[in-house]
């Protein structure tokens, strides 16, 4: 069935360094890919997204990069900060069939001042 | 995000319970949602809803009930709650398409002592 596979489970950076975050989905079909991020306690929310008629989009510190031949997303977060701190959750959704969203199983971030 | 809401925010009952969690949507989107989120799990779906009268099995369904008489609410139903239920629950809501943004609602902590 329709899978997103995500990683890493956890991750650990220095202030001020990048992190990514990678996912492989498994529906050729699937053209959008929302990022969500998530803190402690509040519901998920939509930091990004990118539809698959594009390779790369970008929002300040924030990118994420699409290679639709590989089945491959990242999230690149630049110069990250102690409010980067939380779990970051991909997804790939459809425009045909059920239209669910397929999410990943989530990459908590800590940034270490 | 306003748009969406869910009551209560927090609940505690017993095993064998009926309990109903609630969920309003002022869009009028036509697709919501009901995941459930424990430690290590990730979001998993439970049921969807494609619009009124119209609702679908998720990956967890076995336990709920759900029904969505009207385009803005979107009930769900524990009818006999059991301790492997407690988790936390976000309704979701989407317009249409699969890549359409989808928004959670803030989340209902259920315990089931």
């Known amino acids: 069935g329709e899978n997103v596979e995500q990683h890493p489970s956890t991750l650990s950076v220095q202030e001020g360094d990048s992190a990514v975050i990678k996912c492989t989905y498994s529906?050729?079909?699937?053209?959008?890919f929302p990022w969500y991020k998530q803190e402690l306690g509040k519901r998920p929310q939509l930091i990004i997204d990118i539809r698959s008629n594009v390779g790369e989009k970008k929002d300040q510190r924030i990118a994420v990069t699409l290679n639709k031949t590989a089945k491959h997303f990242s999230l690149h977060i630049t110069e990250t900060q102690p409010e980067d701190s939380a779990v970051y959750f991909c997804?790939?959704?459809?425009?045909?069939?059920?239209?669910?969203?397929?999410f990943g199983t989530g990459t908590r971030l800590k940034v270490l001042a | 995000d306003a748009g969406i809401t869910q009551s209560p925010r927090y609940k505690i009952t017993e095993t064998g319970r009926q309990v109903t969690l609630m969920c309003h949507q002022t869009?009028?989107?036509?697709?919501m949602f009901w995941y459930r989120q424990d430690l290590g799990h990730g979001l998993r779906l439970i049921y969807y809803?494609?619009?009124?009268?119209?609702?679908d099995k998720g990956e967890v369904p076995d336990g709920y009930v759900v029904s969505r008489s009207k385009t803005e609410n979107f009930p769900l139903t524990l009818e006999s709650a059991t301790r492997s239920q407690t988790s936390v629950y976000f309704c979701?809501?989407?317009?249409?398409?699969?890549?359409?943004?989808?928004?959670f609602g803030p989340g209902t902590r259920l315990t089931v002592l």
């Open positions: 869009w009028s989107h036509s697709y």
């Open positions: 997804a790939a959704s459809s425009s045909s069939g059920t239209y669910k969203y397929i």
């Open positions: 979701a809501s989407r317009q249409g398409h699969g890549t359409d943004t989808q928004y």
């Open positions: 809803s494609a619009a009124a009268d119209i609702t």
């Open positions: 529906d050729s079909a699937s053209n959008y």
